[in-house]
């Protein structure tokens, strides 16, 4: 089945830009079927939404990150990155990239294990 | 933005109890796009029900979901020791997709 895998650095400078990469296996990122996200979650707290990717590089994003978020896919490397630029302390969290069916907004399954970031200089 | 809020924050119950989680949204929520998560310490999230009522893969039946328009229910028939864990629900039927704050099911 399905399994993803994100990669990264785990502590990043702040105003610098965080960059992190889910591996796809068991499955290709080029699926017409599924579209592929990021959600994160900071420590103690609840899950927010990101963006979505498909694999023609469509993109949707969540407002309240749009103007720093850019969301990539590399269909020949099976995989698709998150850049998210001038973090701040905020932005610590555990990242998660996860599977969406059919529709850029839907439900989640499966997900990657995630990734901690911590922001800090 | 539609905000989805969950109650109780806390839930004390005991092994073969019933348990009813609540997910409240601030706005109907179309076609009952509605999912619930189970997340245990350390791990990611894990799909328990998406369509407010339809479960996935492998979720047992003493998971259940049920309602439409701004309210909606997870309930556990009879808990299982590996059930106590934090929930979340999550509306995807529109952007932004948001997530309720999640409610923590401990053992009494």
């Known amino acids: 089945q399905v399994q993803l895998q994100e990669s990264g650095p785990g502590l990043v400078k702040p105003s610098e830009t965080l960059s992190l990469t889910c591996t796809v296996s068991?499955?290709?990122?080029?699926?017409?079927?599924?579209?592929w996200g990021w959600i994160r979650q900071p420590p103690g707290k609840g899950l927010e939404w990101i963006g979505t990717i498909y694999y023609s590089g469509s993109t949707y994003y969540n407002p309240s990150l749009k103007s720093r978020v850019t969301i990539s896919v590399d269909t020949f490397k099976n995989l698709f990155s998150l850049n998210l630029s001038s973090v701040t302390a905020a932005d610590t969290a555990v990242y998660y990239c996860?599977?969406?069916?059919?529709?850029?907004?839907?439900?989640?399954?499966?997900w990657g294990q995630g990734t901690l970031v911590t922001v800090s200089s | 933005e539609i905000v989805l809020t969950q109650s109780p924050g806390t839930l004390s119950l005991s092994p073969g109890e019933r348990a009813t989680l609540s997910c409240r949204a601030s706005q109907s929520v179309s076609s009952s796009y509605l999912a619930w998560y189970q997340q245990k310490p350390g791990q990611a999230p894990r799909l328990l029900i998406y369509g407010a009522s339809t479960r996935a893969t492998g979720i047992p039946d003493r998971f259940s979901g049920s309602g439409s328009g701004t309210d909606f229910t997870l309930t556990i028939s009879r808990l299982e020791p590996e059930d106590f864990a934090v929930y979340y629900c999550?509306?995807?039927?529109?952007?932004?997709?948001?997530f309720g704050q999640g409610t923590k099911l401990e053992i009494k």
């Open positions: 068991g499955g290709s990122v080029s699926s017409s079927t599924y579209y």
């Open positions: 999550q509306q995807y039927g529109s952007s932004p997709q948001t």
């Open positions: 996860a599977r969406l069916p059919f529709r850029p907004y839907n439900w989640f399954d499966p």
